[in-house]
């Protein structure tokens, strides 16, 4: 243990020791300058001075904004990942927004020091600003890259920690930045949503031209705002969660990494708003694929290869948009041979490049088909394994009514009572009303009495209007049952049995 009492003695050690150390130095250095050739003196004094001096323990490792001209992807991470990192103790903070971003960023400024603790391992971020030591040339490419903003200042982040942790912290620390700073890239990612421009029509080579024109998806909506039945929200959120975390599952089974689903209700029941839901929550570009102005196979081949990877590629419509180009083609398909089949837009063209070659050469994919008329689609569309998942849009249940008036009104059934409220219930199923009907309705007023009223008075309308057509619908099946009944009775007369076409009776091929 050092005392006081020791003090005097350890400091003249210390003194005679640095005194013997300086003469060997003297020593060394005439000894030197009388045997060895002048040229290599200062090589061995350098070499000696560096012996000498004692080692520091820790490690920095320089991360440059740019690694030759192309920017370093170590630093972009570094740069996020210290956002969440800022201390009260930081004393500058550096504040901006680009037009594109949703949220103002914030960072550390120059000379700012960032501590951090990573599996024990103490780490100290310093985010620096020197003058640039590049020549002219690069740090004029370098301009045109960054749009000609200054580069004349070179920026890296130091990063030090005790050397003995080098290995831990490259091998997991620096990835574990990665994957925090794709977390926040993904959060506050704007999601796109693409379309292709009709202008941009067909290239002097006759080919339909893949560009696709983009604008933000600023479509509002979200699980919370959906009227839907909340298990199947849940089932939803559940599967998208699943279908994200499974890169290694796909690869192990040897399926493409893709994911369908068939959204079918009628107009106005939110098949469009859930796929809004679904590119808001994942955070995926969404394609808008419209398949009447793509003219052949060959054609979709080339946009849908023109698509990223984690993106929700949409075909509205699916049993309007391929009706006219299946008829085209059945109307022909004697005579054409297979491989003109190319030059025409098909069904099946459109399920091959899905499951096939598409599907395989893109990650993260999902494909959402919509329709008013299940019943009309092709079988080819409905087999099992092709959409992994059908959706029913229905009409506005008990559950959508009560999220629409508390997104639309702040009106809560359960908590606020209302005269109105019981009657509204209690006529929102067999009124058989869509959520976009219920929402025009309530948008009519901002006082919750008179909207109430107008739905309630919509409700009773359409109910009244609907028992009337099962009437009548009731009252055309008995006619027809009726007549089938004198039809049979007649045929038993004549023919007595056989293979007549009786109602009910599936014909067999
Ligand atoms: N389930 C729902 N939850 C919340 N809002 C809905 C729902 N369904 C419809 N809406 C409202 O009605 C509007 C129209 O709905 P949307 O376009 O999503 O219907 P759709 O099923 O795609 O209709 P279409 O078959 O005509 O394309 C939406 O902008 C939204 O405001
Ligand atoms: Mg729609």
């Known amino acids: 243990m050092f005392s006081l009492k020791d003090a005097p003695t350890t400091a003249s050690t210390l003194f005679s020791a640095y005194a013997s150390f300086a003469a060997s130095m003297m020593l060394v250095r005439s000894m030197t300058d009388q045997l060895i050739p002048r040229q290599l003196h200062s090589y061995i004094y350098s070499s000696l001075s560096y012996i000498f001096t004692p080692l520091s323990p820790h490690l920095t490792l320089i991360i440059d904004e740019h690694s030759g001209m192309t920017r370093n992807q170590v630093y972009d991470a570094a740069e996020l990942y210290l956002r969440t990192k800022i201390s009260p103790l930081t004393e500058r ?52 890259h960054n749009n000609n903003q200054s580069s004349e200042k070179r920026r890296c982040f130091e990063l030090t920690f005790h050397k003995k942790h080098k290995d831990k912290v490259v091998d997991f620390y620096l990835p574990h930045v990665f994957a925090q700073a794709n977390a926040i890239k993904q959060k506050e990612k704007v999601v796109k949503l693409y379309t292709r421009d009709p202008c941009l029509g067909d290239d002097e080579n006759g080919m339909g031209s893949s560009i696709w024109g983009s604008v933000n998806l600023e479509h509002p909506a979200t699980f919370e705002t959906m009227a839907m039945e909340p298990e199947l929200k849940r089932a939803i959120v559940e599967d998208m969660d699943r279908f994200v975390k499974r890169r290694e599952f796909y690869k192990k089974v040897g399926k493409a990494w893709k994911r369908g689903y068939l959204l079918y209700g009628p107009p106005g029941t939110g098949k469009s708003s859930l796929i809004a839901a679904m590119a808001n929550y994942l955070k995926f570009d969404v394609y808008d694929l419209e398949l009447t102005s793509i003219h052949s196979n ?82 080819a569309l409905l087999r099992p394994g092709r959409m992994d998942i059908h959706i029913h849009m229905s009409y506005c249940t008990t559950s959508g009514l009560r999220i629409l008036a508390s997104n639309y009104l702040g009106f809560h059934g359960d908590n ?66 009726k007549r089938q009944k004198m039809d049979d009775h007649n045929v038993n007369k004549i023919g007595g049995g056989g293979f007549g076409r009786g109602k009910g009776r599936p014909m067999q091929q």
């Not at 849908?304 to 022909?332: A, G, P, Y």
Request: overall charge negative; charged content about 30%.
């Open 416 to 481: 606020h009572h209302h005269r109105l409220w019981g009657e509204i219930e209690g006529l929102i199923e067999s009124a058989k009303v869509t959520p976009a009907e219920v929402a025009e309705e309530l948008m009519k007023s901002d006082d919750v009495d008179v909207a109430l009223d107008r739905l309630a008075n919509f409700l009773k309308h359409n109910k009244v209007e609907n028992d009337e057509t099962e009437e009548e619908a009731d009252k055309i099946e008995n006619q027809e049952a």
């Open 93 to 144: 903070l550096r504040v901006s927004k680009t037009p594109r971003k949703k949220t103002i960023s914030i960072s550390i400024d120059q000379g700012q020091q960032v501590n951090d603790t990573f599996d024990n391992v103490k780490l100290t971020w310093r985010y620096v600003c020197s003058s640039d030591q590049r020549s002219e040339s690069q740090n004029h490419s370098l301009r045109r």
């Open 298 to 379: 060959y054609d979709l081949r080339r946009i849908l290869l023109s698509t990223t990877n984690r993106s929700i590629l949409v075909i509205e419509d699916i049993d309007c948009s391929l009706e006219m180009h299946d008829r085209q083609f059945n109307e022909q398909q004697h005579f054409v041979h297979q491989q003109q089949s190319n030059n025409r837009l098909t069904l099946s063209g459109l399920l091959n490049f899905i499951d096939g070659l598409w599907s395989s050469c893109g990650d993260e994919r999902i494909v959402v088909f919509t329709t008013n008329h299940k019943d009309r689609l092709d079988p």
